[in-house]
């Protein structure tokens, strides 16, 4: 597997650092609200990776933190009249509500800022006695000049930072580029005690501190959004190697950026979506199906057309499925035939593909194309007249690859609603008496209704499609 590297800024060969198993830290949410759209890709695209590492045989780690303490949320608080831990609490139960409905699994640790302020504190004193952080006034500053390889990973010297970086009056720090590791406490701010009197963590110092603590001082993938490469994961590699002495991560990964409608998100803009607004309208497993749709580091545009073909393109994948369980309830049990033992050996060509797309740098585009191309030959071959063996070793693959994508795992039949299977024997009667005008109306009332039906020697299947609700202005 190939992986591109923004630290190398190159695909490199995946090697984890103890064979067989990989440590892994994303960057979570800072809890103060819903997570929007351009917050869902990161943790979309990376969960799909642990996903795929644990298909391929790895005992994957995964770490994802909560920001619990920071700037936005203690503003946030203040609106709201709560305590920052109140608004921190609510939040974090309100992305593992819609995390779960985009099918994002939670990581095996989650870990949160106030939870480590002990070690955060530990982790920036040694900052201090090495000669790589100072304190001004109850401010603790990492010194940059001190970490020669500053820049690093976004192929920025000093030098070129310093020049860009301005520098607001009576400024504590001594160089342009050195940020807050402890920031003293304001009026009314929530605070903790420290060597350098109350205050509380900088933002950058949290996922140092709780990648170390709970994965080691080198980890084997660190990813994120594109927007956090400088300065936050700048930042981190200066500090943790800084104190460790050791590299910190050995691969770093980073998708690119959403548009809205081929524009920057922005809520001046009124183009600001929080997947709590997008899923009025769309399933959660829709918002995923867009979000793997391309290359994770190539940029994505989100619109409801692009919305709209998404939802169509898993109903494919959905009906295709419910056809192949429709046949596993009906079908004979007969002996595999010659030319369905050829179809068998073809479903490994397409498999094949869909393992050659994500060992490219988790290219799950590639990857879906295979699927749809799996699903195209399985409509094609596999009817009421073929082998159980057959049904049941194509639905199989369907399942297991859709699956590593975090893909149908719904049951594709719902409850129906009692009175929409009285049409449906309706249907079936005005059928067998020939009154096809009668049968013509009813089809049409469900399809309105949003199921949709279809007549097989083993019976009528009645597939169920999404309905549009209360539509966002996207």
Known sequence: MKLYNTLT???????????????MYVCGPTVYNYFHIGNARPFTVFDTLRRYLEYRGYKVTYVQNFTDIDDKIIARAAEEGISPGEISEKYIEEYYKDAAALGIRKADIHPRVTENVEEIIAFVQKLIDKGFAYEVNGDVYFDTTKFHEYGKLSKQSLEDLEAGARIEVNEVKRNPMDFALWKAQKPGEQAWDSPWGKGRPGWHIECSVMSTKYLGETIDIHAGGQDL?????????????????????????????????????SKSKGNFFTVRDILKEFDGEVIRFFLLSAHYRNPINFSRELMEQSQS???????????LEHLLENVEDRMVRDEERQLLAQWKIYKDK???AMDDDLNTADAIAAIFELVKEINSNVKGTSSKELVQRSYALL??????????????EEAIDPDILQLVEERQKARKEKNFALADKIRDELKEK?????????????????????????
């Open 450 to 474: 949003g199921f949709i039906l279809k007549d097989t020697p083993q019976g009528v299947q009645i597939m169920k499609r999404n309905e549009s609700g209360t539509k966002p202005q996207f």
């Open 9 to 23: 800024r190159k695909k490199e060969e995946f090697v984890p650092l103890v064979p067989g198993e990989v440590k």
């Open 229 to 265: 490469i400088f300065p936050h994961h700048e930042n981190e590699i200066a500090q943790s190697e800084a104190c460790t002495g050791h590299p910190f991560a050995r691969y770093w990964l980073h998708n690119g950026y959403i548009t809205i409608n081929d524009e920057k998100m």
């Open 313 to 323: 393109a898993l109903d494919r994948l959905y009906n295709a499925k419910g056809n």
């Open 354 to 356: 869909f393992i050659e």
């Open 399 to 412: 399942v297991e690859l859709a699956g590593v994508l975090g893909l149908l795992n719904k049951r594709n």
